[in-house]
């Protein structure tokens, strides 16, 4: 079955400590995205990847890292998050065509 | 830069009749673009794309869009509506690979309420 992972689904920390949001796909696809989600807002893309190794900012990549050392994975690292970057979070994955076709089922990560 | 517009936050329309989700876009360029729709405490789902080739847009669940270059838009139809049509809509649009950083940007999203 095609699967966008996520993980983890849930997180509540504190402002300036260090997370990872992993995200990892078993579609062999080239193109890979991080999406923020707030509301009135709608969603805002953070990092896309192309293939591995290669990597793009999106609207919104202030304060983000991402990395694509495996085409299967993309981590979303926040080094020292604050609390304007409590959010939704959706990664997604998709085609050498650069479209998502398939979503996880997104991070709620608030930030005290 | 890109962007697109979604006017309506919400739009009601009553089980069994034509629906119509709005969208319009601005771009250098040819667009790319895209609907998606959002269930609750889900991530999106892919409903259909207009790349080139044909105005007319067929995707799931009986959705279709029509791309009109004059008017920049591209609005999600649908001949008759369900209940379960019910959901968070998007609309996306970004220009084609090649033309530098090419982010996806989104519409604000529309709220469909289909009503039986």
């Known amino acids: 079955e095609a699967q966008v992972t996520q993980n983890p689904r849930y997180l509540i920390t504190v402002t300036g400590k260090k997370l990872t949001v992993t995200c990892s796909q078993n579609?062999?696809?080239?193109?890979m995205s991080w999406y923020r989600q707030d509301p009135g807002l709608g969603l805002r893309q953070i990092y896309y990847?192309?293939?591995?190794?290669?990597?793009d900012k999106g609207d919104v990549p202030e304060g983000y890292k991402v990395s694509r050392k495996e085409k299967r994975n993309f981590p979303l690292i926040l080094e020292s998050p604050s609390p304007n970057q409590t959010s939704l979070y959706f990664c997604?994955?998709?085609?050498?065509?650069?479209?998502?076709?398939?979503f996880g089922d997104g991070t709620r990560l608030s930030i005290l | 830069a890109q962007s697109v517009a979604q006017p309506e936050d919400q739009v009601n329309v009553a089980e069994g009749n034509p629906l119509t989700v709005k969208c319009t876009y601005s771009?250098?360029?040819?667009?790319?673009l895209f609907w998606y729709v959002q269930y609750p405490n889900r991530g999106l789902q892919f409903l259909l794309k207009?790349?080139?080739?044909?105005?007319l847009v067929k995707g799931s669940y009986g959705f279709e869009a029509e791309f009109n270059k004059s008017q920049t838009s591209f609005h999600l139809k649908k001949p008759s509506a369900l209940v379960s049509d019910s959901a968070l809509y998007f609309c996306?649009?970004?220009?084609?690979?090649?033309?530098?950083?090419?982010?996806?940007?989104f519409g604000k999203g529309t709220r469909l309420s289909v009503i039986a």
């Open positions: 997604a994955s998709g085609d050498i065509s650069g479209q998502p076709q398939h």
């Open positions: 579609m062999n696809h080239e193109y």
């Open positions: 990847s192309m293939n591995v190794e290669v990597t």
């Open positions: 771009v250098s360029g040819n667009p790319y």
């Open positions: 207009y790349i080139t080739g044909d105005n």
């Open positions: 996306a649009v970004r220009e084609p690979l090649g033309s530098g950083n090419t982010p996806l940007v």
